[in-house]
């Protein structure tokens, strides 16, 4: 067999949506024109019914980290105490990101594959009444564990810190109901749900956040919210924008309301399940098991096998492009993603390759078990969906 397509399956950047593709070669625009506010603005209206809030949304030229910096910066003064409730790669970036900029930061960490509970973060609330912020990943990305974020919330809620949450893969993987559960600021990017490439960062901000940026005092310049705001108003943005991706995330936006918000979880979910099923078959153990994202699905590599060897050879074997583990997990864990414009025919050709790896590693499957639990799953909804 000679020919091999690639699939782009790791949970960011992630597949991407044709007709996003097609529009982003219109970009020769000029962005302080009346077109471009024209568009501007309605996406900034299309992404804030996308996900759901009353609050004011606005975009950043960066990857998802720029808004996490940006978070930071407009929401603190230094020496602000904050708590970073951490599980994995990303809350270490909450951390190294808030110590960067000399805030005092209590960490609540959970091993990798767990979550924080929301009665630990329960208790560090009580025992630090001058907390000012608590940082969390909705879905953690490095291990594929959900955090409870409307638990959190709601504690979050009843004191003076501001909640901010890192929902880069958790926006269009799980349900946020980010004005009822007191999410301050959520946190996305383009090259996750979005189906873009990477370069875009929303934010949605709560009227508690913005009242505390009126005295927050870390310097910023290029990543200031206020002035930003300002801009938005106007239909504009305060520096060059990113063009072509806001003209790929008009269409994508579009696709995305048609579907509904709630059937690309849904999607992703169902996905999820799917694939823990087939890990089930084959059986594999997964890394989070308790907690499991919609977003990405962890699996252990098998005894004597590396997980890094699995990755490989999805690529030179059949062009699937899947995650390894991040730093310390490298090797021993590869990561399956859901988020975005993935379907179930991914998830059956995943399987299958995985299956045959698996064997040619003298790994004890038998050839087409997790093929046929994601079939058995399809078919289940299928009819669950007819009745
Ligand atoms: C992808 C991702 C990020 C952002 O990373 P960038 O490379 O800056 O886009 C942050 N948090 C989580 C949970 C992610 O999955």
């Given at each position: 067999?000679?020919?091999?397509?690639?699939?782009?399956?790791?949970?960011?950047?992630?597949?991407?949506?044709?007709?996003?593709?097609?529009?982003?070669?219109?970009?020769?625009?000029?962005?302080?024109?009346?077109?471009?506010?024209?568009?501007?603005?309605?996406?900034?209206?299309?992404?804030?019914?996308?996900?759901?809030?009353?609050?004011?949304?606005?975009?950043?030229?960066?990857?998802?980290?720029?808004?996490?910096?940006?978070?930071?910066?407009?929401?603190?003064?230094?020496?602000?105490?904050?708590?970073?409730?951490?599980?994995?790669?990303?809350?270490?970036?909450?951390?190294?990101?808030?110590?960067?900029?000399?805030?005092?930061?209590?960490?609540?960490?959970?091993?990798?594959?767990?979550?924080?509970?929301?009665?630990?973060?329960?208790?560090?609330?009580?025992?630090?009444?001058?907390?000012?912020?608590?940082?969390?990943?909705?879905?953690?990305?490095?291990?594929?564990?959900?955090?409870?974020?409307?638990?959190?919330?709601?504690?979050?809620?009843?004191?003076?810190?501001?909640?901010?949450?890192?929902?880069?893969?958790?926006?269009?993987?799980?349900?946020?109901?980010?004005?009822?559960?007191?999410?301050?600021?959520?946190?996305?990017?383009?090259?996750?749900?979005?189906?873009?490439?990477?370069?875009?960062?929303?934010?949605?901000?709560?009227?508690?956040?913005?009242?505390?940026?009126?005295?927050?005092?870390?310097?910023?310049?290029?990543?200031?919210?206020?002035?930003?705001?300002?801009?938005?108003?106007?239909?504009?943005?305060?520096?060059?924008?990113?063009?072509?991706?806001?003209?790929?995330?008009?269409?994508?936006?579009?696709?995305?309301?048609?579907?509904?918000?709630?059937?690309?979880?849904?999607?992703?979910?169902?996905?999820?399940?799917?694939?823990?099923?087939?890990?089930?078959?084959?059986?594999?153990?997964?890394?989070?098991?308790?907690?499991?994202?919609?977003?990405?699905?962890?699996?252990?590599?098998?005894?004597?096998?590396?997980?890094?060897?699995?990755?490989?050879?999805?690529?030179?074997?059949?062009?699937?492009?899947?995650?390894?583990?991040?730093?310390?997990?490298?090797?021993?864990?590869?990561?399956?993603?859901?988020?975005?414009?993935?379907?179930?025919?991914?998830?059956?050709?995943?399987?299958?390759?995985?299956?045959?790896?698996?064997?040619?590693?003298?790994?004890?499957?038998?050839?087409?078990r997790g093929v046929a639990a994601v079939q058995e799953y399809y078919a289940r909804q299928k009819q669950l969906a007819t009745v």
């Amino acid at each position: 067999m000679h020919i091999k397509k690639q699939r782009l399956l790791t949970p960011g950047p992630t597949p991407l949506y044709p007709k996003a593709l097609q529009a982003m070669m219109g970009s020769e625009i000029h962005h302080r024109t009346q077109d471009f506010r024209d568009l501007y603005s309605s996406v900034l209206g299309d992404l804030k019914a996308v996900l759901g809030t009353g609050h004011d949304v606005l975009m950043l030229a960066s990857s998802g980290t720029g808004a996490m910096e940006a978070a930071v910066t407009n929401c603190f003064s230094p020496g602000d105490r904050v708590i970073v409730c951490s599980a994995g790669k990303f809350g270490e970036r909450w951390v190294e990101l808030t110590r960067a900029f000399g805030l005092e930061v209590l960490v609540l960490s959970a091993p990798y594959g767990s979550v924080v509970e929301p009665a630990a973060l329960a208790q560090a609330l009580a025992a630090n009444p001058d907390v000012m912020g608590v940082f969390v990943q909705a879905s953690e990305s490095s291990t594929g564990a959900a955090h409870d974020v409307r638990a959190m919330g709601e504690m979050v809620q009843r004191t003076a810190a501001v909640f901010i949450v890192d929902a880069i893969t958790g926006i269009g993987s799980m349900p946020l109901d980010i004005d009822r559960w007191g999410l301050d600021i959520v946190i996305g990017g383009s090259q996750k749900a979005f189906m873009l490439p990477p370069g875009l960062a929303f934010l949605s901000i709560s009227p508690k956040a913005w009242e505390r940026m009126e005295s927050a005092r870390l310097p910023r310049y290029y990543f200031d919210l206020q002035r930003e705001k300002k801009s938005a108003a106007k239909g504009e943005s305060s520096w060059t924008p990113a063009i072509a991706l806001i003209l790929g995330l008009a269409e994508v936006l579009r696709y995305v309301k048609t579907l509904g918000m709630d059937q690309l979880i849904d999607n992703a979910q169902q996905l999820a399940a799917a694939t823990r099923a087939a890990c089930g078959a084959l059986g594999l153990e997964l890394f989070a098991p308790f907690n499991p994202s919609g977003a990405v699905t962890a699996v252990k590599a098998p005894p004597g096998l590396s997980s890094s060897v699995i990755v490989r050879e999805f690529h030179e074997k059949f062009g699937s492009i899947i995650a390894d583990g991040q730093g310390e997990m490298a090797g021993r864990i590869f990561r399956i993603a859901h988020l975005g414009y993935y379907d179930i025919a991914d998830l059956f050709a995943l399987v299958a390759e995985l299956e045959l790896i698996l064997i040619a590693h003298g790994v004890p499957v038998e050839l087409g078990r997790g093929v046929a639990a994601v079939q058995e799953y399809y078919a289940r909804q299928k009819q669950l969906a007819t009745v």
